[in-house]
């Protein structure tokens, strides 16, 4: 139950409902914290720079809003009732909070030390991206990264949920609540066991491959869809063997001799396996830059974002 007043400014008793507690008492928390450091409410309204009389005023509403006697007053001072101790501790440490929460959103806005939440695909984390960090913080050298690597849908699922800023990804969203631009483009190879019939070769055509197991990544993947799509483009459907979440484990299954895949090439030569340029169909992955549409951008993200568009075409060199 609360105690409001209507037009006439006459108290009557309504029911709250728990969830409108913060909205209509949040306003006032403040100056309830000043009133009770000072023990004074005309030194609290000097420090807030209010009338005395708003804020004597706005006291009585937050005890009959509560319907709480929170302080006990002797003249022109007052003291803490019991129950206002009680309140004060935890409107102290909400305060501090939102103190708190204001200084870090600020922070991470800061121009020049401002924070970028930036996601990428597993397989661009061992040089691309920190290469494209490097060259950046060359201009920007205080600006801080919260890096996430993960697979395409999932990274584009944390960006709606508020975790992401922007995300490198293959194949380059189409959504409508996205924006996405193409940067690049990285080819595929079909990668054998060393000692596999096609081991030998340095080019082949991806039919040559249909009967063979593919070792792959799981549903969901950009890289299988990619790895699916091209398959039925030489006619055939992947026999699929294995299923991982991560290109270098797929590497180390082929070379152990488990099946055959397509992958972008590795950071660094891996022994056991052949990897072949395949020359039918063009076996290309297509590497995007997306982000929220309509989603502001703090300084630090807008100068990261401009910096990536500026790579156009040169993100893997």
Not at 95 to 113: F, G, H, M, Q, S
Not at 240 to 251: D, H, K, N, Q, V
Not at 257 to 264: E, K, R
Not at 283 to 295: M, P, T
Request: net charge neutral; glycine share 6%; charged share 25%.
């Amino acid at each position: 139950m609360s105690r409001i007043r209507n037009e006439k400014d006459i108290p009557v008793t309504v029911e709250v409902e728990s969830e409108s507690w913060a909205a209509a008492l949040t306003p006032r928390l403040a100056q309830f914290a000043a009133v009770a450091r000072h023990e004074h409410v005309t030194r609290a309204a000097q420090e807030l720079e209010v009338p005395q009389s708003t804020l004597s005023r706005a006291m009585v509403r937050l005890e009959e809003d509560l319907g709480v006697a929170l302080f006990a007053r002797r003249g022109r001072t007052v003291a803490l009732t019991p129950a206002g101790r009680t309140f004060l501790r935890s409107v102290e440490r909400a305060l501090a909070e939102v103190d708190r929460a204001a200084e870090t959103v600020r922070a991470d806005a800061d121009p020049a030390a401002g924070r970028i939440a930036f996601g990428f695909l597993h397989t661009l984390g061992s040089e691309t991206v920190p290469g494209l960090i490097r060259a950046f913080r060359v201009d920007h050298p205080r600006v801080r990264f919260q890096l996430v690597q993960n697979y395409g849908e999932a990274m584009i699922e944390r960006m709606r949920a508020g975790d992401l800023d922007l995300c490198l990804t293959s194949p380059v969203p189409d959504a409508p609540d996205l924006v996405a631009r193409r940067l690049d483009e990285q080819r595929l190879r079909l990668v054998v066991p060393d000692d596999h019939r096609l081991a030998g070769r340095r080019r082949v055509r991806l039919v040559e491959a249909a009967t063979e197991l593919f070792v792959t990544l799981e549903p969901g993947y950009g890289l299988r869809r990619i790895t699916d799509t091209l398959c039925a483009e030489a006619g055939f459907t992947p026999k699929i063997a294995f299923e991982g979440e991560e290109a270098e484990t797929i590497r180390g299954l082929v070379a152990a001799g488990l099946g055959v895949a397509l992958l972008p090439p590795p950071a660094v030569p891996r022994p056991g396996v052949a990897e072949l340029t395949v020359t039918a169909p063009r076996a290309v992955r297509e590497i995007g830059v997306a982000w929220l549409d309509g989603h502001p951008d703090t300084p630090p993200v807008a100068a990261f974002k401009r910096f990536l568009l500026s790579r156009r075409g040169q993100l893997l060199d």
